[in-house]
Structure formats: structure tokens, C-alpha cells
């Protein structure tokens, strides 16, 4: 792969258009201040050709497009085995915030398209290989070779992972070797062999069997069986005229036979008419039915007109009004009668309700008496109070004059009973008024409950106005049950008689279907002889029949006659047809061919035919048989060689060995091409080896003691992985025609933990490539001594507005 063009819009830090233009730079570097967006190149070859990069998440987009963009798009124009392509990604960004691939497409560009001049970069110019990132991605690893993991290890080296071929394990190396060698085609070429084998053997095995089910079949069989083919083809014409007499003989046959047939069904007919038992009463049965149905049907009308008028009597009374009305007279007596009752309680609740009122008036003074006494009595404590500390000649605290004598007396007992008689009081006084609030309360409901019983015995009064009295209803009601007693009556009597008139109608039934079954037997028994001309039936039952049993009677003589002549006729064609019948199986038997012993013409033609077509069918089978069995033969002989060759080739490409033997040699010559340049760049100190499945160096200059790449110090380990890398791309693009698109290697720092002597020889080696292999080599590096002696730069600076590039010459 050898990169051409490179366009950038939007993409990591270009938020601004900017394109990369390879078309003159063989070798070329990328320069600039940390964080301008160098590596963002890298990163833009390898999503364009990818859909990823080594820096980011696998199948993450997120970091790719510009803070500030909505939309970023990537094209890469690039070389590959002597063609154009076009690899063009376009991101954006949705409502969310999330990045997604939109647009994804590569295409191979026509003949005659310079692939540097962007107005000839026309969208679906060239012929598309894919549409969508994995058809992009499929494509992108089938024209350069190699999947993403090794492409970042042989073509284009990230930065941090300069050293990873280097660092590799052994699988790793071999896979990565596989594709760049294009070795997999012969693991392809070995499992193919593996399949033809088992293809070609097991068609040879199926050969085997059909081979077997074909017995083997000699020249004397096919011989007699032409033979039979011939001598059944001459028997056809004496077969066709024996069938056509025989057929001729049939049609006589047939009419005899059906003479014969009707003569002896005739004489069946006419022997079995006979007069059924019982056919002169079934008239009379029939008219004493009739009679019975008749006598019935007056009784069941005389019984429904009686039923008739009890109903009409019936349906003018309102049995539910009635009742609803004496109910009516009940409860407008019971309510009288409550309502009286309550009229006495509530008059005497009234007498007592004011007795009770009297009551709590008197216990209503007896309080104001005795609180007059309480408070009388207080005062008098209270001035024995002031007494307590009176002597004679004080002044009275009351009147103010100077006490005489100073009085003794003790109220504390007078206290007691003023207050005990004042407590008494007003208890009785409070259940005076318990006792007038209690029977208010009853009064008021009683009072309230009459108005209820009177509001009630007004609206039964109301709605029993123009009804008649209570006696008259009942004398009704007696009237209607009496009524419906002989209804009862009535209704048992006409399902009685209905039932009666059933049964007279069923049994007048069955007498007339007697006499239609009679008249039946008689028109089938006249029927069955109704060709012979029997005489016709008359309105009497028994008269037809006796006029049809002597008819009978007389025709059987004549019957019988008809029957023997036919019988004669008949034996005379059978042993006709019988004779041609037995020459027929007689020449169809020489030739083993089954024919029915009692067929017709057309039944002995049939299998004559179809005799002489399975020997023919017979004779063509056995001559295919034998070519088939020759042409099988063949096959299996010929798939049999095939397995042979497919399953030696298999054996000889055996992955474990001539893929180690391919691997091995390989590693050699890459490690050979690479102590080459590390010698170089190493001034003659390092050699590169490779054993125990892994790489060793050997040093010069510590008396030739080889040691494991491992333990090499930062700048030893980048110049022997970049010797690596370069004889990559150097020694097995040449190897790797048909396998990898190794054009150019691009390498992204590590230059700065070289010193000035490694560094030149680096440059020099990278020089070099250019020149001999025709590779193109990119650098990213910050080392000003180096960039300066790349022909070709491109300065990556970065503002406020994003990444830009600025393409320069030495």
C-alpha cells in the first residue's frame, strides 16, 4: 500500500479542510510541536482503510471527529499492485452528541485518472467494492493483504508500538508471516486436497455401489431376449383375429344370455305373485277408524266450549286487584287501630310529661331555698371568722364601734348540713330535669309516630274511595275459586278427550297406511311383471289382486317355455367362444405370458401387448445394464485416481512440516535483512538471531555474548525493532507478490533515544530503502537533525481554529 492523497475535513483536530499530497514524496516526515496532529495522520490512513485506529477503542468513533465539527469526512487516495483505489469515510455527529460512520464506500479507479488532481476524483467514477464500513473494511484488507493488527506492525507503526513485531509471540509472528508471505494459500491448496480427497473418494465409493447393484449380464442373455422380442411381434396378427372373433361371439353372447336372464326373471315374477293374508279386512278396518275419530272430535268440541266459557267468566276478574285491595282494607284497619292506641299512650305520656315538669319546678326552689340557707350559714362563718381575733374594746371590723363582748359560737356543724342539704337539692333537681328532657324526647317521638299512622290512614282512606266493602271482596274471591275449581275440572276432561282423539287418529293412521302398504305390495308385485301385460287394478283391494293371481297363474306355462330355448342357445355360443379362448392361452402360454381364462378379445390383445413391450423393455435394460456398468466402471476407476493424487498432494503439504519448513526459511532471510541493518545502524555492534522461537542479539562489542531483545536498552530496542521493520517491508515485500501490498513503511517517533551516530546511520538506512527497494518511507518525528535530511515535509502547526499542514523541500 503506498499512500497518494489524503484528505482531510473535520477529522480529530483539522476542523478546516486539509489534504496531504504523497504523490512526489518517497520519503517524507511529518514535523511539528507536540499535540499538533501528526499522529492524527496516522490515525486517518488507517480509519479510512479500517474503520479504527491503534489509538482508540476498537469500533470507537467518538474521539474522531473535531470538537466543533458535525460533520468530518477522511479520503485516502492510495496505490496498491499497480492499481488506484479510493477509500472515503464520512462521520457525524447525531442530536445525542454520538459519532457514527455515515458514509462508507472504496472504489478502484479507471485506467487514465491521475489519482493527485482532486477535480478527477468524481464520486462512482471507478467500480465500487464496497458500500458499508465492513464491505469497506473486507475490501481494504483484501487489496493490501494483511488484516488491521498486522498492517499496524509491518506498514504503518503507531507510535508506542514500534517494537511490537519485535515483541510479537511466536503465533503471532507466524500468522503475521503467513499473510505477508502469501503462505496460506498452500494450507488453502493442502485443505482443498483434503476435500478433493473425500469428494473423489466418496464418489468413487458411490460408484462402487451402484456398480454392485448391476449383476453383470452376458451376450447370450441379450441374444435371447431379441429373440423373444421377434417371435412375439409374429404372434400379433393371429392374436388380433382370434380376439376379434371371440369379441364378434360376445355381442351374441350378451343378447342370449340377457334372453335367458329376463325369461328366468319373468318366471321368478309371475312364480311369487300370491295374495297377501288379511287384505279383505283392511277395508273394514279402515271405516271403524274413521268412525272412532269422528265420535272423539265431537267430544273434545263439546269439552272446549264448557272450557271456554269458565275462562271468559274468569278473565273479567282482577285476582291481584282484589287481593291488593282486601289487603288494602286490612292495613287501614290496623292502622285505625294503632292509631287509637297511640292517641291513649300519647295522653298519658302527656299527663306525665307535666307532672314531671311540676316536679323539677319544686326541686328548682328547694335549690334556691337551700342555696339561701348555704350562703346564710356562710356569712355567719364568716363572721365568726372576723370574731376569732376580736377582744372587748377592739373595734368591730363591721360596724366600727368598740366590742362589749365578744359572743361564742361553733358554725362548723350548721356548715355541714347547709351544704349537704344543698348538694341534695340540686341532685334531685338535676334528675327532675333528666327526667322532663327524657319524656320530652318520648313524647315527641310518640307525637311524631301518630302523624305518621294519620298521614297512612288518610292514604288508605284515599285509595279504598269507590271500593266496595271488605265482605263483597271476599264473597268475589270465594266466587272466582270456586270458578277455577271447575276450570281444573274442565281442563283434566279435554286433555282427556284430546288424548282420546289421539289415540282414534293414530290407530285410523295405521289402518290407512296398512291399506297404502297393501295397495304398495300389490303395484310391486304387478310391477315386477308389468312387461308380460298384466291386467289393470281397480278400486277394490282384494278384487285386484284375485284378478292378478290367476293371470299369473296362466302366464307361468308360457315363461317356462322361453327360458329353455334361451338355455339351448346360449350353450352353443359358450363352447364357440370357449375353443377360441383355448387357443389364445395355448400360444400366448408357450411365451409364459398370464391371461385370464374367461376374457374378452380385448383382454388377450392387452396382454399380448403388453408382453411384447416388456420384452422390449427387457431387452433394452440388459443392453443398458452393460453399458452403464461399463460407464461406472470407468468412474470409479477414474475418482479412484483422483482420491489417489488428492490424498498424496494432502500428505505432502502437511501444515506441521512444510509450513514450518516455509516459516522457518522465511525468518531467516528477515533476520538475516535485518542484522544487515542493525550492524549498520549499530556500527557493527549487534547481530540479529533468531532461536528458541524468539529473537537474541549477539554483541560485538561484549566479547560476542548473545542475549535476549528483551533486555536491550530504549535506543538499542528501537534500532533493532526498526531493523526489523525495515527488512519487513525490504526483504519480504519481495517475497510476499502474491500475499501482502507491502509499498511503504511509515514509522511515528522513537528517533529520540538515538544519539547522534545511530541517528545517521538510521537516515542512511532509510535513504537507502528508498533507493533500492523503490519503498516509500514516512517519519514522525520532532529530531530537527533528522527531519532535515528527508527531501520532502510536511509542517503540522495548530491554532485556535484546529490543525493545518504546510508541505516543504530541502
Request: net charge negative; aromatic share 6%.
Amino acid at each position: 500500500m503506498r499512500p497518494i492523497r489524503l484528505d482531510l475535513q473535520g477529522f480529530g483536530s483539522y476542523t478546516g479542510s486539509e489534504t496531504f499530497d504523497f504523490t512526489d514524496a518517497e520519503f517524507f516526515a511529518l514535523t511539528g510541536p507536540t499535540g499538533a496532529g501528526k499522529s492524527t495522520v496516522l490515525d486517518a490512513i488507517c480509519f479510512a482503510l479500517y474503520g479504527r485506529t491503534p489509538r482508540w477503542p476498537k469500533s470507537a468513533t467518538q474521539n474522531s471527529l473535531a470538537p466543533s465539527s458535525v460533520e468530518g469526512r477522511v479520503r485516502l487516495v492510495f496505490g496498491a499492485a499497480g492499481q488506484h483505489y479510493v477509500a472515503t469515510r464520512i462521520l457525524r455527529r447525531d442530536r445525542n452528541g454520538k459519532v457514527k460512520t455515515t458514509t462508507a464506500a472504496i472504489e478502484q479507479l479507471p485506467e487514465g485518472v491521475d489519482p493527485a488532481v482532486d477535480t478527477e476524483l468524481v464520486e462512482g467514477l471507478g467500480k465500487a467494492l464496497g458500500g458499508s464500513p465492513n464491505e469497506v473494511n473486507n475490501a481494504a484488507e483484501r487489496i493490501i493483504g494483511l488484516p488491521f493488527e498486522q498492517f499496524t506492525k509491518c506498514v504503518l507503526l503507531p507510535q508506542g508500538e514500534f517494537a511490537e513485531f519485535l515483541r510479537a509471540s511466536s503465533a503471532d509472528r507466524r500468522n503475521i508471516l503467513e499473510n505477508l508471505l502469501g503462505h496460506s494459500v498452500y494450507r488453502g491448496i493442502q485443505q482443498r486436497a483434503r476435500t478433493r480427497f473425500v469428494d473423489a473418494d466418496a464418489k468413487r465409493q458411490a460408484y462402487e455401489t451402484q456398480l454392485a447393484g448391476i449383476a453383470p449380464v452376458a451376450e447370450e442373455r441379450i441374444r435371447l431376449a431379441a429373440e423373444r422380442v421377434e417371435l412375439l411381434e409374429k404372434l400379433s396378427e393371429p392374436v388380433r383375429d382370434k380376439s376379434n372373433a371371440l369379441d364378434g361371439l360376445a355381442a351374441a353372447v350378451e343378447t342370449a344370455r340377457r334372453r335367458l336372464a329376463d325369461a328366468e326373471a319373468n318366471l321368478a315374477s309371475l312364480t311369487y305373485i300370491k295374495q297377501p293374508s288379511g287384505v279383505a279386512d283392511i277395508a273394514a278396518q279402515v271405516a271403524a277408524a274413521a268412525a272412532a275419530v269422528t265420535e272423539k272430535a265431537a267430544e273434545v268440541e263439546a269439552t272446549e266450549t264448557e272450557d271456554e266459557r269458565l275462562r271468559s267468566e274468569l278473565d273479567g276478574l282482577d285476582l291481584g286487584l282484589l287481593e291488593r285491595q282486601l289487603k288494602a282494607w286490612a292495613e287501614l284497619a290496623e292502622t285505625e287501630s294503632k292509631l287509637k292506641t297511640g292517641l291513649e299512650l300519647t295522653e298519658e305520656l302527656r299527663d306525665q310529661f307535666a307532672e314531671a315538669k311540676e316536679l323539677e319546678e319544686a326541686a328548682s326552689e328547694e335549690v334556691e331555698i337551700q342555696h339561701a340557707v348555704l350562703h346564710k350559714v356562710r356569712m355567719a362563718e364568716l363572721a365568726g371568722t372576723l370574731r376569732a381575733g376580736l377582744e372587748v374594746g377592739d373595734e368591730c371590723p363591721v360596724c366600727d364601734r368598740p366590742v362589749d363582748e365578744v359572743p361564742e359560737h361553733d358554725l362548723s356543724e350548721s356548715m355541714q348540713q347547709a351544704e349537704e342539704a344543698s348538694r341534695t337539692a340540686t341532685v334531685e333537681f338535676r334528675d327532675a330535669q333528666a327526667a322532663v328532657v327524657a319524656l320530652q324526647t318520648k313524647l315527641e317521638n310518640y307525637e311524631e309516630r301518630l302523624t305518621e299512622l294519620q298521614l297512612a290512614e288518610r292514604r288508605l282512606k284515599k285509595k279504598l274511595e269507590n271500593v266496595p266493602e271488605p265482605a263483597a271482596l271476599q264473597q268475589r274471591r270465594a266466587d272466582s275459586e270456586e270458578a277455577r275449581q271447575q276450570l281444573a275440572g274442565t281442563g283434566a276432561a279435554l286433555k282427556a278427550a284430546r288424548r282420546a282423539l289421539r289415540e282414534a287418529e293414530k290407530r285410523k293412521a295405521a289402518a290407512d297406511e296398512r291399506q297404502q302398504r297393501a295397495w304398495k305390495e300389490f303395484q310391486h308385485a304387478r310391477d315386477q311383471v308389468a312387461v308380460l301385460g298384466p291386467p289393470a287394478a281397480g278400486d277394490d283391494l282384494a278384487g285386484s289382486w284375485d284378478q292378478l293371481v290367476a293371470w299369473a297363474a296362466a302366464s307361468l306355462e308360457r315363461a317356462a317355455a322361453e327360458r329353455e330355448a334361451a338355455r339351448t342357445e346360449l350353450a352353443g355360443l359358450d363352447g364357440r367362444a370357449e375353443t377360441l379362448r383355448t387357443e389364445l392361452r395355448f400360444a400366448l402360454g408357450e411365451f409364459n405370458v398370464d391371461v385370464p381364462r374367461n376374457g374378452t378379445g380385448g383382454d388377450y390383445v392387452a396382454r399380448h401387448a403388453t408382453a411384447v413391450e416388456a420384452a422390449r423393455a427387457d431387452a433394452v435394460s440388459l443392453a443398458e445394464a452393460r453399458k452403464r456398468r461399463i460407464e461406472l466402471d470407468a468412474e470409479m476407476r477414474r475418482f479412484a485416481g483422483e482420491a489417489l493424487v488428492a490424498k498424496e498432494l494432502a500428505r505432502h503439504l502437511d501444515a506441521r512440516k512444510f509450513m514450518e519448513w516455509l516459516l522457518s526459511e522465511a525468518l531467516d532471510e528477515l533476520v538475516e535483512g535485518a542484522t544487515v541493518m542493525l550492524n549498520r545502524i549499530t556500527g557493527g555492534q549487534y547481530d540479529l538471531v533468531y532461536r528458541e522461537q524468539d529473537f537474541w542479539v549477539v554483541d560485538h562489542h561484549d566479547a560476542d555474548m548473545p542475549r535476549p531483545a528483551r533486555s536491550l536498552s530504549g535506543g538499542e530496542t528501537f534500532a533493532a525493532s526498526l531493523s526489523l521493520a525495515l527488512a519487513l517491508s525490504d526483504q519480504l515485500a519481495s517475497l510476499s507478490r502474491h500475499g501482502a501490498s507491502l509499498e511503504s513503511i511509515i514509522l511515528d517517533e522513537g528517533f529520540g533515544t538515538l544519539d547522534p551516530e545511530t541517528l545517521d546511520a538510521v537516515a542512511s538506512t532509510l535513504e537507502a530503502l528508498t533507493l533500492s527497494a523503490g519503498r516509500t518511507v514516512g517519519l514522525v518525528t520532532h529530531v530537527t537533525e533528522l527531519a532535515e535530511r528527508v527531501p520532502v515535509r510536511f509542517r503540522v502547526t495548530k491554532d485556535a481554529k484546529g490543525s493545518h499542514v504546510e508541505k516543504t523541500w530541502s
